[in-house]
Each structure stands twice: as C-alpha cells, then as structure tokens.
C-alpha cells in the first residue's frame, strides 16, 4: 500500500471508528430518511407519477446527506484536530479523500435502509436508479466534504453549508431522476459519471487551500 | 526562544504563522524546517475525545510515518505519566491529563521545531517537572515558547521576544 493510500485508510478507519463509539450520525442519518419518505408516502396522492415518486426519493437522499455532512467535520472542529491533521505532512487531499470515504460509507447505509422503503412504499426499485443513486454518492460525497470543510472554518457554518451544497448537488439531482424514468438512462448516468469525476478532481486539488489560511 | 506579552498581544498568532496554520497577511516569514519536523502545542490539545490516549497517537505516528510508532507512543505515555491510562478514551481525562497527552503529540515525532503555546497550563507540578526534562533531553531542537509566567524557562531560554 502506498503512503498515501495508508493516510487515507488511516484517516477513513479513524472516522468510521469514532461513529462506532458515539453513534451520533448514522442513526440520525437512518431515523430522518424513514421519516421522510413515510412522510412523502402520505403527503402524495394516489396516483401520482413514477416521475414524482423517484424525486421525492433524490430529495430524501440529498437531506440525508446534508444531515451527515452537517456533522462530518464536527469532531475537528469542537477539538481544533484539523490542526493537527494540517501539520502532519502527508498530502492534505488526504484528509478530504478520507473524511469522503467516511461520509459516502454512512451514504451508502442510509440508502441500504431507504431503497427497500421506497420499494415498500412507492414502486419497485430499477437497475438504472441503483446505478444513479451509487454514483450520485461519489458526487455528494465529494462536494459535501469539500463544503463542509469550508463550513466548519465559519461562523454561521449551520447556514452557510446547506446555501452552498444545496445549488451544487441540483445537476445530481437532474441526472439521478433522469436516469430513473428517462428512456434513455444511459447519458444521464453518464451525465452523473461526468460530474462526479470532475467535482471530485476540483474538489481533491482545492482541499489544500480550504483548510489553510 | 520565549514569547512573552500581554493578552492580544500576538503570541499565539506568532505561533500559529511560524506553524504555517494562518498566512501573514504582511511581511515576510521564512521557517525553514519542513512541515513534519514542527511540534505544535496550542490552546487546544488537538486529538479525538472519542478516541483513547493510545489510538490518537497512532493516529498522528501513522500520518507521520514513524517506523515505530507504537513503541515511541508508549515510551511518551509512559514518560508523562498515561500509561495506566492508554486504553481510556481521552473524554474521561482531566485538563492535566489532556495537556500531557498533547504535550506527547508534540513530542511524538521527535521534532527540530518545537512552537508551544503556554505549555504548562493545566500541568501539576510532576508534570511542570516532566516537561523540563523532556526540552532538556532536546538540547538541538529550537523551541519558541509562548508564555505568560517566563520564570520557569528563564535560566534555559537563549533569546526572549516581548511582544506588547
């Protein structure tokens, strides 16, 4: 393993280690996306498109992700341990690529919770909106962990995080719904593929200049 | 090297641009030691309450790459008196336990640079004791200590910067 790939499995094992011991992410991430789409279940009507259903869904995932996202940095930030991460001298990308290795694991077990229910209570699930909803992580995740970064460092950081993630993640929320009931899901999946690799190359060489004043 | 003033006066924002934590928004300022040969001790103790005293400087000897770190980590916990307490998350600790466990961080890669902000806040006196022990044992290593009470370190201190 390369010394780079050890500070990211370093820093990624760190993160879901001190999930392990304070459980105060995963569970709230699970209860809020129950909860809405129970909620989106009696608020639609009967009837209602594949279309509006499969939205609800994207709209329900993007929440739960800006809820997790909200606390991903909270443990650097309550103790000033992104100091230390700072003055280590591995590669600070580092840090973002493990802390969005984290944040896509707790991602991907809030929708294993959130796909059976939205089976359960709107309409079989397609290949093309697992597809589409496993490689929206890629884009939440990396854009989420860059904002919420640049949040932390802020005073009005509960406000500032959801203004900004929420504009950037809306070409994801096109594409996943594209790729769920379009005819051709193919070139939104490749709409969701093209974003993800661009916002995670932004997003891997911007980190450095985040967490440095 | 002691840094001494009043509150406000700068000491802590020295420290943090000779660590390369915030950027001068003026002058020049050229630390010529590489990033992993700095110690810095802050206000805080930069390690993870929900972690234990021994993870966390795992943790820090893996991202510093110390061939041996867990040994070095227990030699350090050992020598500031948290050996007992290793396995214990740092969220249990005591303000002079959390100073110690920082100070172990500082010291754990063997730096040339050391940048410590009131070091001995929250420290009894078998700690005060330790840490002038552990800074005699690094006679090469360059120290800036920032500091309101400079007494202590005043017989070892080479240069003295009062900042007002």
Known sequence: MSAYAADVAALARKDLLLELRARDTLPAMLLFVVSALTVFHFALPDGSSERAETGLLWIAIVFTALLGLSRAFIAEREQGVLDGLVLAPCDRSAIWLGKTLGVMVFLVLAELVALPAFALFFHPLSWELVAAVALANLGIAAIGTLLAAMAAASRARELLLPLLFLPLVIPVVIGGVGASVAANPGSFLAFLGLYDAVFAILCWASFEYVVTE | ?164
């Not at chain 2, 950027?23 to 805080?44: C, K, M, N, Q, Y």
């Not at chain 2, 820090?60 to 030699?75: D, F, K, N, S, T």
């Not at chain 2, 948290?82 to 969220?91: C, Y």
């Not at chain 2, 890669?109 to 022990?133: I, K, R, S, T």
């Open chain 2, 1 to 164: 090297m002691l840094v001494t003033g009043p509150n406000g006066s700068g000491k802590t924002t020295l420290l943090r641009l000779c660590a390369g934590l915030y950027a001068p928004t003026g002058g020049e300022l050229d630390v010529d030691v590489p990033r992993g040969s700095i110690g810095f001790l802050g206000h805080e103790p930069l390690v993870y309450r929900e972690l234990t005293a021994l993870e966390n400087l795992d943790l820090y000897g893996r991202l510093y790459r110390l061939p041996e770190r867990r040994e070095r980590a227990g030699a350090l916990l050992e020598r500031f008196g948290l050996w007992r307490a290793r396995n214990e998350r740092v969220a249990t600790f005591s303000r002079g336990m959390l100073q110690r466990l920082a100070l172990c961080r500082t010291f754990l890669h063997d730096p040339d640079l050391l940048l410590l902000d009131e070091p001995f806040d929250g420290l009894d006196a078998e700690g005060v004791e330790l840490l002038h022990a552990e800074l005699a044992e690094r006679p090469d290593a360059t120290a800036l200590v920032a500091t309101h009470d400079p007494e202590g370190l005043a017989s070892r201190a080479t240069a003295q910067l009062a900042l007002t």
